[in-house]
Antibody, heavy 121, light 108 residues
Framework: EVQLLESGGGLVQPGGSLRLSCAASGFTFSSYAMSWVRQAPGKGLEWVSAISGTGVTTYHADSVKGRFTISRDNSKNTLYLQMNSLRAEDTALYYC??????????????WGQGTLVTVSS | EIVLTQSPGTLSLSPGERATLSCRASQSFAGSYLAWYQQKPGQAPRLLIYAASSRATGIPDRFSGSGSGTDFTLTISRLEPEDFAVYYCQQSGTSPHTFGQGTKLEIK
């Protein structure tokens, strides 16, 4: 059974940093691309970042480029999102999602339950 | 950036009726990169359709997807009570992998 468990969310002041983690199990982690998608309270889905199965290819939304970095450790079956220079508008529930192939240009077939990030003073 | 515009914003229908949801793109792209997701309150999104018209594992055949280029459609042939939710389209062919703003399907 595929499982994705996000962690690392919390309350942080504007300008601060957080690192989100997503522990994956139930599939061969290195064979699949992964993404982070966020959802602000009461709002729609916003794609944040994606990474290929090997970790060589990464993409970020313009709204987070230069501040957020997606990475993965295939030996630990874990996906990360390093978030720096956080802003109030980054407040959201952050989902980790598995793509159905190693390529990032595919749909995401499994999602975690999310970890909440709140940026406020 | 490819902007996806979903319509209508809210669709009010009764169980048993047919639902037609639209997703229009600001520029043409291959249908193989278009997916539809369902999200219920307090839950993570669930993949319904990938590559514009292929049903994901376990998705009932009352859900179908169609379209190409800039116009894509999700159709639910006969609404069941559990189908009332918010639906999103997403394109993954070009970064950023944008979502539409969502269509809320509510019980009339």
């Amino acid at each position: 059974e595929v499982q994705l468990l996000e962690s690392g969310g919390g309350l942080v002041q504007p300008g601060g940093s957080l690192r989100l983690s997503c522990a994956a199990s139930g599939f061969t982690f290195s064979s699949y691309a992964m993404s982070w998608v966020r959802q602000a309270p009461g709002k729609g889905l916003e794609w944040v970042s994606a990474i290929s199965g090997t970790g060589v290819t990464t993409y970020h939304a313009d709204s987070v480029k230069g501040r957020f970095t997606i990475s993965r450790d295939n030996s630990k079956n874990t996906l990360y999102l390093q978030m720096n220079s956080l802003r109030a508008e980054d407040t959201a529930l952050y989902y980790c999602a598995k793509h159905w192939s190693a390529r990032v240009d595919t749909a995401t077939d499994y999602w975690g339950q999310g970890t909440l990030v709140t940026v406020s003073s | 950036e490819i902007v996806l515009t979903q319509s209508p914003g809210t669709l009010s229908l009764s169980p048993g009726e047919r639902a037609t949801l639209s997703c229009r793109a600001s520029q043409s792209f291959a249908g193989s990169y278009l997916a539809w997701y369902q999200q219920k309150p307090g839950q993570a999104p669930r993949l319904l359709i990938y590559a514009a018209s292929s049903r994901a594992t376990g998705i009932p055949d009352r859900f179908s997807g169609s379209g190409s280029g800039t116009d894509f459609t999700l159709t639910i042939s006969r609404l069941e009570p559990e189908d009332f939710a918010v639906y999103y389209c997403q394109q993954s062919g070009t970064s950023p992998h944008t979502f539409g703003q969502g269509t809320k399907l509510e019980i009339k």
